[in-house]
């Protein structure tokens, strides 16, 4: 993920709500998603503690009723794009990268290691263009201006300026703008 200034709640929002044009559940998603995450992610206690409502109608509303889990607690850098959303998974420790692009039935998750607990989840870049049906599993990193096909399994590091298919994924298409030396 690029190392950017934080952005105010409302750039946050307003980068959103533009990068989910033409798109009526991205719209409706992202604001609450933004919102709700103000309140379960607060260090102030009562501040958090107030939003325990906010947290049940976000998650009753997009998980049980949309089948869409953006868990609140989520890191997701401006830009989020959102497409069909139903049946999206995201592990609550993934990171998303500015301006990235999620397609339906996704799933950005953690592994559960040999002695049975949770080990980390994905970290995405920035420009991450995400088919649909992918799965992005374990603690690996995506990175910039990648696009990950549709169906695609991935469980290693990606490096910048990819395309990778396949099951397990393979980088197709090296697309390096920089210069060997």
Known sequence: MSETRELAFWDLVRADWRANEQNPKGRLLLPAFRV???????????????????????????????????????????????????ALVINPLTRIGANCILRQSTTLGAKILQDGSWGKAPILGD??????????????????????????????????NCVVVGNPGRILDPRRTEKSS
């Open 127 to 160: 420009r991450v263009d995400v088919g649909s049906n992918a799965v992005i599993i374990g603690e690996i990193t995506i990175g910039n201006d990648v696009k990950i096909g549709a169906g695609t399994v991935v469980v290693r590091d990606v490096p910048h």
């Open 36 to 86: 709700t995450h103000l309140f379960a992610t607060s260090k102030n206690k009562l501040f958090w503690i107030l939003g325990l409502p906010l947290q049940l109608l976000y998650r009753v509303c997009f998980e049980w009723v949309l089948c869409i889990e953006l868990p609140a607690k989520t890191s997701v850098g401006p830009g989020l794009r959102v497409m069909h959303g139903q």
